[in-house]
């Protein structure tokens, strides 16, 4: 881990360049030299999270052909269906009309190389098509509080709204840390509620 040798206090000093490096990458800076940019702020991002970036190239991978699987089988189920796999844990997020096609999701999510979990928080309901705006909105409110939250290391995390109600998946420095993320999720206009997947990190044995 990075911890093991900068400490946390150091990571903390490096989270915010590394965010504004990784939103650097995303500008349009055009042709060859953009694509340049955009790999190695990403690369640069993944290095000082907790999985690293062996682990961020493995867990995008699994997300990708869970939701290509999600494709083949069912484009309403891509649709519906929202991924995030972290450390092999995948989480299962959205909306669908049926409980036959929760179903399908979690099989199809236990089918692919590398998972080692499946969180299933997918909603069944009549109308699967939730707040997309307010949704985002709820995202980026938390993903800028936790940003500027020098007591949290954000990149660790991931975020997911379906319905105003926020689900979070990573890994916590410790319990105070994932308090403070929690409340701040539960500070944001509208949310209805804060689902917490999140894996606290084990002390450090001296």
């Known amino acids: 881990m990075v911890e093991n040798w900068i400490g946390a206090s150091t990571m903390r000093r490096f989270r915010i360049p590394a965010v504004l490096a990784l939103l650097l990458g995303t500008l349009q800076l055009g042709g060859c030299a953009g694509l340049i940019v955009g790999g190695a702020a990403t690369a640069g991002v993944a290095a000082y999270q907790e999985r690293g970036i062996k682990g961020v190239a493995a867990d995008t991978t699994t997300a990708t052909r869970i939701r290509a699987k999600l494709l083949d089988t069912n484009e309403e189920l891509f649709r519906d ?10 989480l299962l997020t959205g909306r669908v009309p049926s ?3 929760r179903a399908d999701a979690v099989r199809i999510a236990w089918t692919v190389e590398n998972v080692t979990d499946v969180i299933n928080e997918i909603e069944v309901s009549e ?14 409110q938390l993903q800028s509080k936790m940003t500027f939250d020098q007591d949290i290391l954000a990149i660790n995390y991931s975020i997911e709204t379906v319905g105003a109600v926020i689900y979070l998946i990573g890994i ?8 403070r993320v929690i409340n701040h999720a539960r500070s944001i206009k509208y949310v209805k509620r804060v689902v917490s997947h999140v894996r ?6 001296s």
């Open 200 to 205: 606290v990190k084990e002390p450090v044995k």
């Open 99 to 101: 409980e036959e096609r």
């Open 172 to 179: 916590a420095q410790d319990k105070e840390e994932l308090d």
């Open 81 to 90: 269906v929202g991924i995030e796999v972290y450390e092999g844990r995948a």
């Open 127 to 140: 109308s699967p098509l939730s707040d997309i705006a307010n949704d985002s909105w709820i995202t980026t």
